[in-house]
């Protein structure tokens, strides 16, 4: 079984993710360039399967237990330390971004009727944000949940996702915004900033 605290810890960071995601998902929309695909419709619940589906089965009973990491007791307690400070940065760093994205967010790769090019606020330094706080997320699951197929999940079913999704987005965003991306690409990082030396 989890350790109780990790796993009240888990599931309060996965309520709140899931809050701040419905608040924003509500706000109506219209795309005027839509690029989505089956591919990308695949993975989208694949990983919906990893962030939600196995922990909560993980969490709700016994079936899993078999593959516990079975750390010692202060590993455990530091790894589920880390692993709560991570999932803290992880929320604070998905809300941020959708309150700088506003209603340019949207789940699928699409271009909205009043699309802007954000460049500030957590979005000056990093074009992907929202994909450095999943993969936060995924850390932070892995060392909550002390189990090899729960606390791995979101990080193997969010690779393909993210590998196949940034290249596809920034090409949506260069088609429409041109010049503009292509600067904004020269002085930004994708998940971590560039260097000052280097803008
Ligand atoms: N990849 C970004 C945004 C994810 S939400 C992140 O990780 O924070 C996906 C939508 O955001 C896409 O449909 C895309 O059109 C839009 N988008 C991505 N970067 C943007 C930016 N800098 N300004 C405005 N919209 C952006």
């Known amino acids: 079984m989890p350790h109780p605290t990790f796993t ?11 809050g701040i995601r419905a608040v924003y998902a509500r706000r109506r929309k219209n795309a005027r360039d839509r690029r989505f695909t089956i591919t990308e ?3 989208l619940g694949l990983a919906g399967v990893g962030l939600q589906i196995v922990p909560l089965v993980y969490v709700c009973g016994p079936w899993l237990d ?11 307690v530091a790894a589920g330390s880390v692993g709560t400070i991570l999932f803290a940065a992880a929320l ?3 809300w941020r971004a959708h309150v700088d994205l506003g209603r340019n967010w949207s789940a699928l790769v699409e271009i909205q009727a009043e699309h802007t090019l954000v460049t500030g606020g957590v979005y ?9 706080a999943h993969w936060l997320w995924a850390i932070a699951q892995a060392l909550l949940l002390q189990n090899w197929i729960a606390g791995g999940s979101f990080i193997v079913s969010f690779l393909p996702l993210y590998l196949l999704r940034v290249p596809r987005e920034e090409r949506a965003m ?4 041109g010049d503009a991306y292509r600067q904004y690409t020269a002085h930004t990082g994708r998940m971590w900033p560039r260097r000052r030396g280097r803008e």
Request: glycine content about 10%.
């Open 8 to 18: 009240i810890v888990y599931l309060a960071g996965l309520v709140t993710g899931c």
């Open 41 to 43: 419709g695949v993975l």
């Open 66 to 76: 078999f593959a516990d990491y079975g750390l010692p007791v202060p590993l455990a």
């Open 92 to 94: 604070w760093l998905l």
């Open 124 to 132: 000056r330094r990093i074009r992907h944000p929202m994909y450095a």
């Open 174 to 177: 260069l088609d429409h915004f």
